[in-house]
């Protein structure tokens, strides 16, 4: 099986940075596309940050030019460095995955999910 395990959530000043990291474990054969959501108190689960294996990005509107994703191949872990950060980035982030596997000669994909780590900005 497979494991997403984020890290780097906390509490911080309106302005200030943070930077989450989400490992991935177990039986890989290779990462698709990786995503960054996030989901504040009373409100759906939305898209923040995409990276795809050929190191394309694409970002949610509100945090561009503040928030940067990027991926390590090497080491299964995707990144979100957060700048400028606002109230309203305030909200569990979650890390998820296409990931590939192998069983025997056929390979499938199956998305994964993080159990999340809290951001709280504070102003």
């Known amino acids: 099986q497979v494991q997403l395990v984020e890290s780097g959530g906390g509490l911080v000043q309106a302005g200030g940075s943070l930077k989450l990291s989400c490992a991935a474990s177990g039986s890989i054969f290779r990462i698709n596309t990786m995503n960054w959501y996030r989901q504040a108190p009373g409100k759906q689960r939305d898209v923040v940050a995409r990276?795809?294996?050929?190191?394309?990005?694409n970002y949610a509107d509100s945090v561009k030019g503040r928030f940067t994703i990027s991926r390590d191949n090497a080491k299964n872990t995707v990144y979100l460095q957060m700048d400028s950060l606002k109230p309203e980035d305030t909200a569990v982030y979650y890390c998820n995955a296409d990931i590939i596997q192998r069983s025997g000669r056929d390979y499938y994909t199956d998305n994964y999910w993080g159990q999340g780590t809290q951001v709280t900005v504070s102003s």
């Open positions: 990276i795809t294996i050929a190191d394309s990005t």
